[in-house]
C-alpha cells in the first residue's frame, strides 16, 4: 500500500515547515480574522506553529499583513491571540487529563 504524503504547511512566524496538523490555521475573510482550529474555515489563511513565540514573532515581523496581503490590526491580531492562548490551555490540560 501506498503511503500517502503528508501536507506541509510553513509557519509564518518561525518560517519552518512542517506537517499540516502540527500548526494551527489564522483566516482572513471578509475583514475578520479569526482562528480555524478546523482548517476549514472561508477565507485566505495563514498557518502558525502553536506556540506563543511564533505569534509574537509573526506580529512583530508584520508577518500577518504580508501573508493576508491585508493588513488586519493589531486589536484583531491581539483578539487572535487571546484565542489562541486558551486554545493551547485548552490542549494542554486536555492532554493533561489523558496522562492520568
Same mark, same amino acid.
Given at each position: 500500500?501506498?503511503?500517502?504524503?503528508?501536507?506541509? +504547511?510553513?509557519?509564518?512566524?518561525?518560517?519552518?515547515? #512542517?506537517?499540516?496538523?502540527? /500548526?494551527?490555521?489564522?483566516?482572513?475573510?471578509?475583514?475578520? !480574522?479569526? !482562528?480555524?482550529?478546523?482548517?476549514?474555515?472561508?477565507?485566505?489563511?495563514?498557518?502558525?506553529? +502553536?506556540?506563543?513565540?511564533? !505569534?509574537? #514573532?509573526?506580529?512583530?515581523?508584520?508577518?500577518?499583513?504580508?501573508? /493576508?496581503? &491585508?493588513?488586519?490590526?493589531?486589536?484583531?491580531?491581539?483578539?487572535?491571540?487571546?484565542? !489562541?492562548?486558551?486554545?493551547?490551555? +485548552?490542549?494542554?490540560? &486536555?492532554?493533561?487529563?489523558?496522562? &492520568?
Amino acid at each position: 500500500m501506498k503511503n500517502k504524503k503528508q501536507p506541509m +504547511r510553513r509557519c509564518i512566524g518561525c518560517m519552518q515547515s #512542517k506537517p499540516k496538523e502540527q /500548526l494551527i490555521r489564522i483566516a482572513w475573510f471578509e475583514g475578520k !480574522l479569526s !482562528l480555524d482550529p478546523t482548517g476549514k474555515a472561508k477565507g485566505r489563511g495563514v498557518y502558525i506553529c +502553536r506556540d506563543q513565540a511564533c !505569534l509574537e #514573532k509573526a506580529t512583530k515581523r508584520g508577518a500577518f499583513a504580508r501573508s /493576508l496581503h &491585508e493588513d488586519p490590526g493589531r486589536p484583531q491580531i491581539e483578539r487572535v491571540a487571546e484565542e !489562541l492562548a486558551a486554545e493551547l490551555g +485548552r490542549q494542554t490540560a &486536555e492532554g493533561d487529563d489523558h496522562a &492520568e
